[in-house]
């Protein structure tokens, strides 16, 4: 499959980048950056009418989608959140950083940042 040739190319390019091999964390970067590339490209090929396309850059979502680990429900990115905001002592929105810095690895391919940011933001502010 296309997919896979292109998930293993991205992780030797990785490895030879680095002259290291890829551990976990580096995986789960690549896979989220291919997944936010075909999410774009899906997004020109609506505009573009080519719905033929935006299908095939679906699907090969779907196929590295199934390398991420289980997504965590709402309530437990809610019950993280709650758990940065405190571990951090984070007391506004200027704190936003450091609570997203204890976040990232640990919710890092299991959740959306873009929501997960949007939700400190939203538990800070109010």
Do not use: C, H, N
Not at 40 to 66: C, G, N, P, Y
């Amino acid at each position: 499959m296309v997919t896979l040739r292109l998930l293993l190319a991205a992780i030797k390019q990785k490895e030879i980048d680095e002259r290291t091999e890829v551990q976990d964390a580096d995986l789960l970067v690549i896979l989220e950056r291919m997944i936010k590339q075909r999410r774009e490209s899906i997004s020109q090929f609506e505009k573009a009418a080519r719905e033929d396309l935006a299908a095939k850059e679906r699907d090969e979502i779907a196929v590295l989608e199934a390398y991420l680990p289980q997504k965590m429900s709402e309530a437990e990115v809610a019950q993280a959140v709650a758990s940065a905001v405190a571990e951090s002592g984070a007391a506004g929105i200027k704190d936003m950083g450091k609570v997203m810095t204890i976040l990232k690895p640990r919710l890092a391919g299991r959740a959306d940042m873009g929501q997960v940011s949007a939700l400190v933001k939203s538990r800070l502010s109010g």
